[in-house]
């Protein structure tokens, strides 16, 4: 039980498909002669922060011998994979559902509760306004970048499509944000919350206590890698 939980809380430090539009974008865009560098150090940092995480939890939190792994049998497997399928399905989607209809309102209603044909005006907008100066010490207080961020929760991909809606085209967000700015973004993209996907799936699996843990660690972490790629980039760029 303690290695199941380990592995489901570490498993959203490791980079999915969904964070590779966010990679491509910003590589791309601010780091073009080392693109595919980038694309390989954010990949393999992940995985490195994931095993620190893993060290810290088994030393603090998850305590205790190493239990023998048992290889199951494939019916097994295949029955424990259907069940899981059909209770995500079941429980895991109303969650989902309901986060994309909070998204769906944020972005498109104004605080009077009107709706709103301006992206700067929506509620989301506001509140990303409102936790913008947490990024500051990182190197991107822009509500926009915020607001994309919070988008991101639902679904990775949207992180650029928001920030293209926002900023207008690649060129103006390359001209909004230095290499030293990008850096420390790209680190907190891939190190801060999954998606509510995963976190669903969480909960479903270890309760709403431990989903929210892990969002909060996780927005934790991601804040001190960042900070620490910020000051390390400010020197090289």
Known sequence: ERDRKMTILLTPFMSCSAKLPIYSLFAAAFFPDYAGLVMVLLYFGGIVVGVLAALLLKSTVFK??????????????????????????????????????????????????????????????????????????????????????????????????????????????????TPAQAAPLLVFCLLYTPCIAAVAAVKRELGGKWATIMVVNQCVVAWVCALLVRLVAVMLF
């Open 64 to 177: 205790g011998e190493a239990v023998p792994f048992v290889l199951p049998g494939l019916k097994n497997v295949a029955q424990l994979l259907w069940e899981k399928a059909r209770d995500f399905l079941q429980k895991a989607f109303t969650v989902i559902f309901a986060a994309t209809i909070v998204i769906w309102f944020l972005q498109n209603f104004d605080l009077q509760l009107s709706l709103t044909a301006y992206p700067q005006d929506s509620i989301l907008a506001q509140i990303a306004g409102d936790i913008a100066p947490l990024f500051a010490p990182l190197g991107f207080a822009d509500w926009r970048i915020s607001t994309a961020l919070i988008a991101g929760f639902m679904a990775k991909e949207s992180v650029v499509s928001t920030l293209l809606i926002l900023f207008g085209s690649t060129a103006a967000l390359s001209a909004a944000l």
